[in-house]
């Protein structure tokens, strides 16, 4: 009989599975192709899969880069393997440690911290790639299982940097009255069907849920808070509903204030922040919670520019190029993720600002840019991604200080080190209220990602518990 029709015919299919399966994840091409899977998927899949992928180029960097220079070892010998399971090249780097078990565990402990789920499905085909490695002779179990915990340790690691974004909504105010409206009689709907995909207009949705009431569609090219104001004066509405965006919802929040109704919001925007953080996940769930009347108080921010009436905000209000760096993340978040494009957003920004001097509650400093957020927000020294309570009547603010040496070089370090927290350049505080005057010329007022204008004298204050929102019980 022929020697290599010897070896193919001794070979089993366990044999050549792990065969495949160790060289399918040669230089992380596997995981990179499930990466890249996730991405196109989008959401929480498409966080898992670029962390994945971090934390896998991470690990593959410290193994072969680091690793294996340092700690030299042999690999198996040939004739401890049998023929049939033997690779068709061997490599010749280091056999410490298994740079395709650091590999696998990076990607998979990086996929489970943003999707366990995801993560359950990938852990058979990461212990087999890594289990490869001794079947078919070129790592020795200990390589395997150092790589392993290597890999899982950079993909923890990732946390220190980048944050997990935790997904349960915050925690609101005590529960109230509104008036329950099961047909929707009596409820005043604002619709911008502009606000989401252009291709679903949810109008035809909510008169299926609730027949009986007042759909308004706004004219994006008008005054959307005029129209919801001449809406209310004709209709005399119990309660108030929005379906849009963030900057839909807090213009609809502003009438509910002014005219103390009950507002629900129905999720219709890209984004939606403001009703992810209050757990309005869709349009059945407010639906249930206005056929109930149940309610909960929650609170929000207003600002005074100047002097001028109070501006309304339910996520943030910032100044500087604070608003410049949202708008890019936003644009470049469908394509790198969030923290990337956060990352990559405020380095570009940061690149190109300009110092400003200001007394925060009378405390002179100079700024790169200011941030307020309605509640606070998580993590507390990374990129805000959460907000765990909107009941506690606080405000979130925090600045990039820019009267220290090399404040930007040192920000961007302390972003990408997670060492944020202990930087001088980086200031954070809890507060119910925080004026910030400018010694320089004015500057431009964002809110909710939107920039109302101009000032050089800034109150921000929190108003705890003034919103009354529909929201069905837990």
Same mark, same amino acid.
């Given at each position: 009989?022929?020697?290599?029709?010897?070896?193919?015919?001794?070979?089993?299919?366990?044999?050549?599975?792990?065969?495949?399966?160790?060289?399918?994840?040669?230089?992380?091409?596997?995981?990179?192709?499930?990466?890249?899977?996730?991405?196109?998927?989008?959401?929480?899949?498409?966080?898992?899969?670029?962390?994945?992928?971090?934390?896998?180029?991470?690990?593959?960097?410290?193994?072969?880069?680091?690793?294996?220079?340092?700690?030299?070892?042999?690999?198996?010998?040939?004739?401890?393997?049998?023929?049939?399971?033997?690779?068709?090249?061997?490599?010749?780097?280091?056999?410490?440690?298994?740079?395709?078990?650091?590999?696998?565990?990076?990607?998979?402990?990086?996929?489970?911290?943003?999707?366990?789920?995801?993560?359950?499905?990938?852990?058979?085909?990461?212990?087999?790639?890594?289990?490869?490695?001794?079947?078919?002779?070129?790592?020795?179990?200990?390589?395997?299982?150092?790589?392993?915990?290597?890999?899982?340790?950079?993909?923890?690691?990732?946390?220190?940097?980048?944050?997990?974004?935790?997904?349960?909504?915050?925690?609101?105010?005590?529960?109230?009255?509104?008036?329950?409206?099961?047909?929707?009689?009596?409820?005043?709907?604002?619709?911008?069907?502009?606000?989401?995909?252009?291709?679903?207009?949810?109008?035809?949705?909510?008169?299926?849920?609730?027949?009986?009431?007042?759909?308004?569609?706004?004219?994006?090219?008008?005054?959307?808070?005029?129209?919801?104001?001449?809406?209310?004066?004709?209709?005399?509405?119990?309660?108030?509903?929005?379906?849009?965006?963030?900057?839909?919802?807090?213009?609809?929040?502003?009438?509910?204030?002014?005219?103390?109704?009950?507002?629900?919001?129905?999720?219709?925007?890209?984004?939606?922040?403001?009703?992810?953080?209050?757990?309005?996940?869709?349009?059945?769930?407010?639906?249930?919670?206005?056929?109930?009347?149940?309610?909960?108080?929650?609170?929000?921010?207003?600002?005074?520019?100047?002097?001028?009436?109070?501006?309304?905000?339910?996520?943030?209000?910032?100044?500087?190029?604070?608003?410049? #760096? %949202?708008?890019? =993340?936003? $644009?470049? !978040? /469908?394509?790198?993720?969030?923290?990337?494009?956060?990352?990559?957003?405020? &380095? @570009?920004?940061?690149?190109?600002?300009?110092?400003?001097?200001?007394?925060?509650?009378?405390?002179?400093?100079?700024?790169?840019?200011?941030?307020?957020?309605?509640?606070?927000?998580?993590?507390?020294?990374?990129?805000?991604?959460?907000?765990?309570?909107?009941?506690?009547?606080?405000?979130?603010?925090?600045?990039?200080?820019?009267?220290?040496?090399?404040?930007?070089?040192?920000?961007?370090?302390?972003?990408?080190?997670?060492?944020?927290?202990?930087?001088?350049?980086?200031?954070?505080?809890?507060?119910? #209220? %925080?004026?910030? =005057?400018? $010694?320089? !010329? /004015?500057?431009?007022?964002?809110?909710?990602?939107?920039?109302?204008?101009? &000032? @050089?004298?800034?109150?921000?204050?929190?108003?705890?518990?003034?919103?009354?929102?529909?929201?069905?019980?837990?």
């Amino acid at each position: 009989m022929n020697p290599v029709q010897s070896v193919v015919e001794s070979r089993t299919w366990t044999d050549s599975g792990l065969r495949v399966a160790s060289r399918a994840a040669d230089h992380g091409l596997l995981w990179f192709a499930v990466g890249t899977a996730a991405f196109a998927v989008g959401g929480r899949t498409r966080r898992a899969g670029v962390r994945g992928v971090l934390a896998l180029a991470g690990a593959s960097a410290l193994t072969n880069a680091v690793l294996k220079p340092v700690f030299p070892r042999r690999r198996p010998p040939p004739e401890h393997v049998a023929p049939g399971r033997r690779p068709r090249r061997t490599p010749t780097s280091s056999s410490f440690p298994s740079g395709h078990a650091a590999s696998a565990a990076a990607f998979v402990t990086g996929v489970a911290l943003e999707s366990p789920a995801a993560a359950a499905l990938l852990a058979p085909v990461g212990a087999a790639v890594a289990y490869s490695r001794v079947h078919i002779g070129v790592h020795w179990p200990t390589d395997v299982l150092a790589g392993a915990a290597i890999g899982a340790a950079v993909a923890v690691g990732t946390r220190r940097w980048w944050a997990v974004r935790a997904d349960e909504p915050a925690t609101l105010g005590g529960v109230v009255s509104a008036p329950a409206l099961p047909d929707g009689s009596g409820l005043l709907i604002l619709v911008n069907p502009g606000s989401g995909d252009a291709d679903e207009d949810p109008s035809d949705r909510l008169r299926r849920l609730f027949p009986a009431a007042t759909l308004l569609r706004a004219d994006p090219d008008g005054d959307v808070g005029a129209q919801l104001e001449a809406a209310v004066e004709r209709s005399a509405p119990r309660a108030l509903g929005v379906c849009g965006g963030d900057g839909t919802v807090v213009t609809a929040v502003g009438v509910a204030l002014c005219h103390d109704l009950a507002l629900a919001v129905f999720p219709g925007g890209t984004l939606n922040h403001f009703a992810r953080d209050v757990g309005v996940e869709d349009l059945e769930s407010t639906r249930d919670a206005v056929t109930a009347g149940t309610a909960v108080r929650v609170d929000v921010g207003e600002v005074r520019r100047d002097g001028n009436p109070a501006t309304i905000f339910v996520n943030t209000a910032s100044l500087g190029g604070y608003p410049d #760096a %949202v708008r890019l =993340r936003e $644009r470049w !978040e /469908p394509r790198l993720g969030k923290w990337p494009a956060a990352a990559a957003a405020m &380095g @570009r920004v940061l690149a190109r600002a300009r110092p400003i001097a200001a007394e925060v509650d009378g405390t002179p400093t100079s700024i790169w840019m200011l941030f307020v957020g309605n509640g606070r927000y998580a993590p507390s020294d990374q990129v805000p991604l959460s907000r765990p309570d909107l009941n506690e009547g606080t405000l979130d603010v925090r600045y990039l200080r820019a009267d220290r040496r090399h404040s930007r070089a040192r920000l961007l370090w302390a972003t990408l080190t997670g060492t944020l927290s202990a930087s001088p350049t980086y200031a954070h505080t809890d507060a119910t #209220a %925080v004026t910030v =005057r400018l $010694r320089s !010329e /004015p500057v431009s007022l964002a809110t909710d990602g939107e920039v109302i204008g101009r &000032g @050089r004298e800034f109150r921000f204050t929190s108003r705890p518990a003034a919103l009354r929102l529909y929201r069905r019980r837990a």
